[in-house]
């Protein structure tokens, strides 16, 4: 079946069976690898992309269901729109040292800047509650938490701007 | 994951006739158990009817005495409304702790009443509150919808269209999850109605209960102090790699009155 | 501790750039042409005779783009 999408801002049309995971579509038919595949069980969050604003785990997620829906992924997300600048939670994870591996970094980055979207103020307990469905095993959270953190207060300053 | 055909009807007597006329159709909602249960291939149906373009399955009306909410509402939606919030905290609460937040984003509250898991969370609060489950045939009563593990009363092509709540005069819902999965070992919600108190169990055994003895102590005193002592028997309850019956009914007393507490806070 | 240097310092890591962005190139992102993908059968059983190996396993060489 053929669906229509907008693709980190493009307009993008693809040909898919239906049983097609948006996870393996992003990856092996439109080449962005940036969406991990961890579990594959929808527990670890390394899938995690925006449809229509909202968190997913692409790895549960039907190709159908873009279908004219809004998706961003891990590469659609930046600073400024159209600038080379990296978006504030990119920058704030750098800064905080919130990733070591990498492999869980581009989920918690999505899940991260949909906590932030939804509530300015974040509480560290609602970070690590936000957080729930996104595995890292090498960190340990802490400065995951404090990157979030430090993140969302750099997305407000700049929305307050 | 097995091919399928992908119907996406926008009138319920479609998405009905689509599930009754092709033989090993299923209902797909937000998705979040049946696509695991493909990508095993614990099921390998032939055609998918997606329920996601009904827009009247969305949504949450505010009844006076009740509150509707439409089968396709996300719990995320139902944690956010500030009408559920205001009225039925407690139904609130037990949407939030669902799974994680992307399981929220398409989790939806009909996919998981219809699906009955034996762990979900939103039975215990549809049976906790002696909630109406409305289909495209008829409205049933929760206490006659739920029937065992993952058996509800539904109908061959019965749709759910939407849960009806009664508003009580206070509940609540506490949970003991399993780390990973995030699924009720135990969950329990209480809530405390004009003619009595009702306690409805999940996760405990093969599908949700009712524990008659913690009603009746809670209906006369409503304080986590009246049910202290209710233990509730094994027989029945499941024993797994996560917890074995003995346990499990130990958490059922604790959750329970970590609820009331909950729901007089 | 910012002004540490040396032992104790917390330096800006030079990777984190691409894995921060989506580029981070694990093993499963890389496609070449004619690549093909393996998958291992491993024994149940920790100790035990094999009497009967079939190889590759029943069907999968008749299954189109299975090959062996």
Redesign the interface.
């Given at each position: 079946?053929q669906i229509s999408f907008t693709l980190n801002g493009r307009p993008t049309t693809v040909d898919v069976?239906?049983?097609t995971?948006v996870a393996e579509l992003l990856r092996e038919q439109l080449n962005l690898t940036g969406t991990h595949i961890g579990c594959?069980?929808?527990?670890c969050?390394a899938c995690?992309v925006h449809?229509d604003g909202?968190?997913?785990?692409s790895c549960?997620?039907?190709a159908?269901?873009l279908d004219g829906a809004t998706l961003l992924t891990i590469e659609g997300l930046q600073g400024a729109p159209g600038s080379n600048l990296m978006h504030p939670m990119q920058e704030a994870f750098r800064e905080h040292h919130g990733l070591q591996c990498g492999f869980c970094t581009p989920g918690m980055l999505m899940?991260a800047v949909?906590?932030a979207a939804e509530k300015p103020d974040l509480t560290e307990a609602e970070v690590r509650h936000?957080l729930?469905?996104?595995i890292c095993r090498c960190t340990g959270y802490q400065n995951i938490v404090v990157s979030v953190m430090a993140g969302a207060a750099a997305m407000n300053a700049a929305k307050g701007e | 994951?097995?091919?399928?055909?992908?119907h996406?009807p926008d009138q319920i007597p479609d998405a009905a006739r689509l599930l009754t006329s092709i033989e090993d159709s299923k209902l797909?909602a937000g998705?979040?158990t049946l696509?695991?249960t493909?990508?095993q291939r614990l099921a390998s149906p032939v055609a998918?009817v997606?329920l996601?373009k009904l827009g009247s399955l969305k949504g949450i009306t505010d009844g006076g005495a009740t509150i509707t909410i439409g089968a396709m509402t996300p719990h995320?939606v139902v944690a956010a409304s500030k009408l559920v919030q205001t009225k039925i905290p407690g139904l609130a609460a037990l949407a939030s702790m669902i799974?994680?937040?992307?399981?929220r984003?398409?989790g939806t509250i009909g996919g998981s009443v219809a699906n009955n898991d034996p762990a979900a969370d939103y039975p215990a609060g549809v049976l906790g509150l002696g909630a109406t489950i409305v289909t495209s045939m008829r409205e049933i009563a929760a206490d006659k919808f739920f029937l065992g593990l993952f058996e509800t009363a539904l109908g061959p092509g019965e749709i759910i269209t939407a849960i009806r709540f009664p508003v009580p005069l206070k509940a609540g819902y506490a949970k003991f999850k399993a780390p990973?999965?995030?699924y009720a070992l135990v969950g329990v919600f209480v809530a405390q109605v004009a003619d009595g108190v009702r306690v409805a169990v999940t996760g405990a055994g093969p599908g949700v209960f009712r524990v008659p003895p913690m009603e009746a102590a809670l209906s006369s005193n409503f304080d986590p102090s009246a049910i202290a002592a209710i233990k509730i028997d094994t027989d029945g309850l499941t024993s797994d790699i996560h917890a074995e019956a003995d346990y499990r009914a130990h958490l059922v007393t604790v959750m329970a009155k970590r609820a009331v507490d909950a729901a007089l806070s | 501790m910012g002004n540490v240097i040396g032992i104790g310092a917390a330096p800006k890591r030079k990777e984190d750039q691409r894995f921060l962005t989506g580029r981070g190139n694990y093993v499963s992102d890389i496609k070449r042409p004619g690549m093909a993908a393996g998958v291992f059968v491993r024994s149940p059983h920790g100790h035990a005779v094999l009497r009967l190996a079939r190889y590759p396993a029943a069907g999968a060489s008749r299954t189109p783009r299975v090959f062996r």
């Open positions: 079946m069976e239906p049983a995971l594959d069980t929808s527990q969050g995690v449809l909202l968190p997913v785990k549960t997620l039907l159908p269901a899940t949909a906590l936000g729930e469905g996104n | 994951m097995k091919p399928f055909a992908y996406q797909v998705g979040m696509i695991s493909l990508k998918l997606d996601s995320a799974g994680d937040p992307a399981v984003s398409r990973a999965s995030r | -």
